[in-house]
């Protein structure tokens, strides 16, 4: 339920984690409850009979709401790619334009200025693109062993089904449990 960065900087409560499944899923769970009395209220909600059931009994198209798309990872690696690619061309157009005789050539009227404005251009792209291909590549790096939603609610769903077992009395969360 956690990105790795998320787990070490600030972790979910179980609270939180049913709270984020119940806006995911729009469904209406009181968040004044205890953490038990808000499971039982997301199980009621996507298994509406109080049988005896298993956790493979939760409707498809609730579980293909939660799966992570791929597109964002796609798009993070393309991007660190990109990233990288516009480094590497950006120092290629800078060494192929520093010369001794680059000196001279800045003075030619029309030249010069076309040759500075690359110069500048090629040099920004190769100072900005390394932090953001790093950025890029550890933030696709920590989305893809972030939070698996779709196995979540499978042990959500299942740790309901086992307390609503259990004896009333005993059933109860602490207050805020990390998970």
Do not use: M
């Amino acid at each position: 339920s956690h990105t790795p960065v998320r787990n070490i900087v600030a972790p979910r409560t179980l609270e939180d984690i049913i709270q984020i499944y119940a806006k995911k899923l729009s469904l209406s769970i009181d968040k004044s409850v205890d953490a038990y009395e808000q499971l039982e209220a997301l199980r009621s909600q996507l298994l509406d009979t109080d049988a005896v059931i298993s956790v493979a009994d939760i409707p498809d198209d609730i579980k293909e709401q939660l799966t992570r798309s791929l597109w964002p990872r796609l798009a993070g690696v393309g991007g660190a790619g990109t990233a990288a690619g516009s480094r590497w061309a950006a120092r290629k157009v800078l060494e192929l334009t520093n010369s001794k005789w680059l000196d001279l050539i800045k003075l030619i009227p029309k030249v010069g200025p076309g040759l500075i404005a690359v110069r500048t251009i090629a040099s920004t792209v190769a100072t900005i693109s390394a932090p953001i291909g790093v950025a890029l590549s550890l933030w696709t790096l920590n989305e893809n062993f972030g939070p698996q939603w779709d196995r979540c609610l499978t042990l959500l769903v299942g740790s309901a089904l086992c307390l609503q077992s259990q004896n009333s009395d005993s059933k109860k969360f602490p207050k805020s449990p990390t998970v």
